[in-house]
């Protein structure tokens, strides 16, 4: 039965609960009562996150959450360190109490390194299941979504870029992937925004880059992926992580180059200089700007082409046919949760009157002021994003499930919004096939 419940939640297809439900009459002859009680199921979602947080007695902690209007007393959330229909043990317990919620584990995450993921969806070590009267009613596990776009086109391909829910990294290059933990200072505190390269970010299923170049005519590098005034990374590091994605996968990814930080000078030529080297770079995945973002997705595969390049400079755009409009970033400039919540509940009430075709991204994070980075005053953005990437993936998959287009977050492993998009893309063409949409009860 579990089997079932597992191949519900990971594979698509209007098809597939009635399988299920014919599966358990069939299999296990199940009373009419307990068909009732799956039915509670069919709105729950229950999920691991890892939480960006280290310290010296916290790295990599695993946290579950869960969304579940009609949980009841009694019911058991467990964590388990492999696939729970094997009668395995479980590693930890939670009784919920309320209909959405988020528990810390104290259960380590082990460290994944790049190398042992691969271009198939895989469970990555831990295992969650949400169970009634000792029956696992859910399941989820820590997953790699390499080919989920893909694995969609029968319903993603009709739409555009604009009309998917997409997630995204906030400044995808600002990233360190360390096995150990880190002993901050307070520059990185406030520079790194993500745990994981970008081949594993895209592997886990983002979609959409966010990209800041820096020009460094006295590297051996020339362009560096920067944060701000920080020199990150080699660009050519990065280019090569989405090469290696692209070559391996289906999927249509979005490097958006949103900021030109250092070493471009007034003139365009650097800019120029710049395209140049992507051309050279990406030549065979780069979808022309032709194409525009009123494609749909499907116009994009039959090109054979994978890559769209965002830049942030319309003089350029408008001479380079390799690069596109960038995409819009929704920056609310906030400090504080409640004021987080107010400017992405403007933005995705505002997405459902004015309908653009260029995409936009809200950027959900905080954003720290220059005296909050001097004085340490929010702790660092690793802490920042623990605060609010359950929020975000609460708000996203009960109140702007229908509007959302990209979200892009920080720390992605610590949120939900990966699972969230794929979810809600699914249950968007679901309720398109009806007439009303139903009303998604909190
Ligand atoms: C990664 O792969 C190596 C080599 O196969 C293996 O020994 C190691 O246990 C794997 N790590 C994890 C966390 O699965
Ligand atoms: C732009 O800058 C480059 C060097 O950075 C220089 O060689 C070129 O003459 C400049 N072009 C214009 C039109 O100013
Ligand atoms: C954010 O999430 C936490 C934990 O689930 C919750 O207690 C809090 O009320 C939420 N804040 C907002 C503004 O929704």
């Not at 919540?341 to 991204?361: C, D, G, M, Q």
């Not at 605060?387 to 993936?393: K, Q, Y």
Request: overall charge neutral.
């Amino acid at each position: 039965m579990l089997k079932h419940a597992l191949g519900y939640a990971m594979r698509p297809g209007p098809n597939l609960f009635s399988i299920t439900i014919i599966l358990f009459l069939v299999k296990d002859s199940l009373s009419r009562s307990v068909e009732s009680a799956d039915y509670d199921f069919e709105e729950a979602h229950v999920g691991l996150i890892i939480s960006p947080v280290v310290s010296s007695n916290e790295v990599r902690q695993i946290e579950v959450y869960w969304r579940n209007p009609n949980f009841r007393s009694g019911d058991v959330i467990a964590l388990f360190a492999s696939d729970p229909s094997e009668n395995v043990q479980p590693l930890w317990t939670y009784t919920p109490k309320t209909r959405n919620g988020i528990q810390k584990t104290r259960i380590e995450a082990d460290f994944m390194p790049t190398e042992n993921l691969t271009f198939q969806q895989q469970c990555l070590t831990h295992y969650v299941a949400w169970l009634r009267n000792g029956i696992i009613k859910k399941t989820n596990c820590l997953k790699t979504r390499p080919n989920w776009m893909h694995d969609r086109r029968h319903f993603l391909g009709p739409l555009r870029i604009r009309d998917v829910f997409l997630p995204g990294t906030h400044d995808s290059v600002a990233y360190s992937k360390i096995p150990g933990s880190i002993y901050d200072t307070l520059v990185t505190k406030y520079v790194i925004t993500q745990d994981e390269d970008i081949l594993s970010q895209l592997i886990y299923g983002v979609r959409y880059l966010d990209i800041r170049v820096g020009h460094y005519p006295n590297t051996e590098e020339l362009w560096w992926g920067n944060h701000g005034f920080v020199q990150i990374r080699p660009l050519q590091t990065v280019i090569n992580d989405v090469k290696t994605f692209l070559a391996n996968t289906q999927e249509i990814v979005i490097f958006d180059i949103h900021e030109f930080p250092i070493g471009f000078g007034k003139n365009l030529s650097i800019h120029h200089k710049l395209v140049n080297y992507l051309e050279k770079e990406l030549d065979e995945y780069i979808i022309p700007k032709s194409y525009g973002w009123s494609s749909n997705l499907d116009k994009i595969w039959s090109s054979g082409r994978k890559l769209i390049i965002g830049y942030d400079l319309q003089a350029i755009v408008a001479t380079r046919n390799s690069v596109w409009t960038c995409v819009t970033h929704q920056w609310g400039n906030v400090r504080t949760v409640g004021d987080l919540y107010a400017h992405l509940n403007k933005i995705e009430a505002r997405a459902l009157r004015f309908i653009n075709t260029v995409p936009r991204s809200a950027m959900a994070e905080l954003t720290p002021n220059t005296w909050d980075v001097i004085l340490d005053r929010l702790g660092g953005l690793r802490k920042m994003a623990e605060e609010i990437n359950i929020n975000i993936t609460t708000w996203y998959s009960t109140q702007w499930q229908h509007s959302a287009n990209i979200v892009a977050v920080d720390f992605i492993k610590g949120s939900g919004i990966i699972e969230t998009a794929i979810e809600w893309n699914e249950k968007r063409y679901q309720f398109a096939g009806n007439s009303t949409i139903s009303p998604v009860r909190i």
